[in-house]
């Protein structure tokens, strides 16, 4: 489990407009709420799920793993259990039904009931969405829409189940503080339109969409749902050529977005249920209230997006620029010098 390193100095004041930062030592102030608590957290074999399994195992919830990698989610599940957790795994694709099915059968098993659930399952843009293929006969393909198929659609299944099972447990859990939430991951995409990836931002718009929908509807069911929207973190999902043209962008943190998941499901306070948690750089994570998501929130966060592109950009554009290419141009002097060295010899 990574450490936090956020800088007290990146304080920020709240917005008149409703945002609220959540400062680092905030974020696990609800979390002894969470203990005995089951979790259910797909795509959680690496990155983010992962890091956020970790954490809500730390403050003594169960947790159950379904991934595409079982080896991987089966690993993470004995680093709980070896560090005193309780955890399970299960091979679980999203975009199958039975898959999903079964892995919330597992936890009723194992635990007994389910009382967090985070469709963290996600990848990002397959390929150039206009890019229009022809099969051998010389007609258009099907364009791979994967990713809507386990952004959006692999969400919806996990969502659907969630609202069944988050309301079933056994005699022994019944008794127990209620705490039923739901927490999806979106994106920045979720706000912004990135033009390199539209069926990704179609999906991520969508889960935003989803949360804001759904809000009063749970709330009468007496579940609460968040949508946590950071900016692009150090994970597996950034292929190298996004990185490099994400050179001297600030990347958000990956234990900051756990640490953002763990405080959307465990706030209690009624009046944050429905709220986007934004993570726009590696500052604090921002709360935008249900009653916010207005044009002003889209113009404010559009602002800080911006601003990256001045001084904070220039600086982080050098330092990043030297990490990518002076090794490689190091080498190519020193190529060049020892060649030049044996052609004066020869």
Same mark, same amino acid.
């Given at each position: 489990?990574?450490?936090?390193?956020?800088?007290?100095?990146?304080?920020?004041?709240?917005?008149?407009?409703?945002? %609220?930062?959540?400062?680092?030592?905030?974020?696990?102030?609800?979390?002894?709420?969470?203990?005995?608590?089951?979790?259910?957290?797909?795509?959680?074999?690496?990155?983010?799920?992962?890091?956020?399994?970790? *954490? #809500?195992?730390? #403050?003594?919830?169960? %947790?159950?793993?379904?991934?595409?990698?079982?080896?991987?989610?089966?690993?993470?599940?004995?680093?709980?259990?070896?560090?005193?957790?309780?955890?399970?795994?299960?091979?679980?694709?999203?975009?199958?039904?039975?898959?999903?099915?079964?892995?919330?059968?597992?936890?009723?098993?194992?635990?007994?009931? %389910?009382?967090?659930?985070?469709?963290?399952?996600?990848?990002?843009?397959?390929?150039? #969405?206009?890019?229009?293929? #022809?099969?051998?006969?010389?007609?258009?393909?099907?364009?791979?829409?994967?990713?809507?198929? !386990?952004?959006? !659609?692999?969400?919806?299944?996990?969502?659907?189940?969630?609202?069944? &099972?988050?309301?079933?447990?056994?005699? =022994?859990?019944?008794?127990?503080?209620?705490?039923?939430?739901?927490?999806?991951?979106?994106?920045?995409?979720?706000?912004?339109?990135?033009?390199?990836?539209?069926? &990704?931002? =179609?999906?991520?718009?969508?889960?935003?969409?989803?949360?804001?929908?759904?809000?009063?509807?749970?709330?009468?069911?007496? /579940? *609460?749902?968040?949508?946590?929207?950071?900016?692009?973190?150090?994970?597996? /999902?950034?292929?190298?050529? $996004?990185?490099? /043209?994400?050179?001297?962008?600030?990347?958000?943190?990956?234990? *900051?977005?756990?640490?953002? /998941?763990?405080?959307?499901?465990?706030?209690?306070?009624?009046?944050?249920?429905?709220?986007?948690?934004?993570?726009?750089?590696?500052?604090?994570?921002?709360?935008?209230?249900?009653?916010?998501?207005?044009?002003? !929130?889209?113009?404010?966060?559009?602002?800080?997006?911006?601003?990256?592109?001045?001084?904070? &950009?220039?600086?982080?554009?050098?330092?990043?620029?030297?990490?990518?290419?002076?090794?490689?141009? $190091?080498?190519?002097?020193? %190529?060049?010098?020892?060649? *030049?060295?044996?052609?004066?010899?020869?």
């Amino acid at each position: 489990m990574s450490t936090l390193s956020y800088n007290p100095q990146q304080e920020l004041v709240v917005d008149p407009s409703g945002i %609220v930062p959540i400062l680092d030592h905030q974020l696990f102030e609800h979390a002894q709420r969470l203990k005995n608590k089951v979790v259910i957290i797909t795509g959680a074999a690496h990155g983010i799920g992962k890091e956020a399994a970790i *954490r #809500f195992a730390s #403050f003594g919830a169960k %947790v159950v793993i379904g991934d595409l990698d079982r080896a991987a989610s089966e690993k993470v599940a004995a680093e709980i259990v070896a560090s005193g957790g309780q955890a399970a795994a299960r091979q679980c694709n999203v975009t199958v039904w039975e898959d999903q099915v079964e892995l919330y059968e597992l936890a009723m098993q194992k635990f007994g009931s %389910v009382d967090v659930v985070v469709p963290n399952a996600g990848i990002g843009e397959p390929g150039n #969405f206009l890019e229009v293929k #022809f099969d051998q006969s010389g007609k258009p393909q099907k364009p791979n829409l994967a990713t809507v198929e !386990i952004n959006l !659609i692999g969400v919806l299944h996990t969502v659907h189940l969630a609202a069944h &099972y988050l309301l079933k447990s056994n005699d =022994a859990t019944k008794g127990s503080e209620s705490l039923k939430a739901i927490v999806l991951i979106g994106s920045m995409a979720s706000w912004q339109a990135l033009s390199v990836a539209p069926t &990704y931002t =179609a999906s991520k718009h969508a889960t935003l969409g989803l949360m804001r929908s759904l809000t009063s509807t749970l709330a009468l069911r007496g /579940i *609460r749902i968040a949508c946590i929207t950071p900016f692009f973190a150090d994970t597996g /999902i950034v292929p190298p050529r $996004l990185r490099v /043209i994400l050179a001297g962008y600030p990347l958000t943190t990956v234990p *900051r977005i756990a640490g953002a /998941i763990v405080y959307a499901a465990s706030d209690p306070d009624p009046a944050t249920n429905g709220s986007g948690y934004v993570l726009p750089d590696d500052g604090p994570v921002l709360r935008v209230p249900k009653e916010e998501f207005k044009m002003g !929130i889209y113009k404010g966060l559009d602002d800080r997006l911006k601003n990256l592109t001045k001084t904070v &950009y220039t600086i982080r554009l050098a330092k990043d620029s030297a990490k990518l290419f002076v090794k490689p141009v $190091l080498a190519i002097i020193a %190529v060049i010098g020892l060649a *030049r060295g044996i052609w004066s010899m020869s």
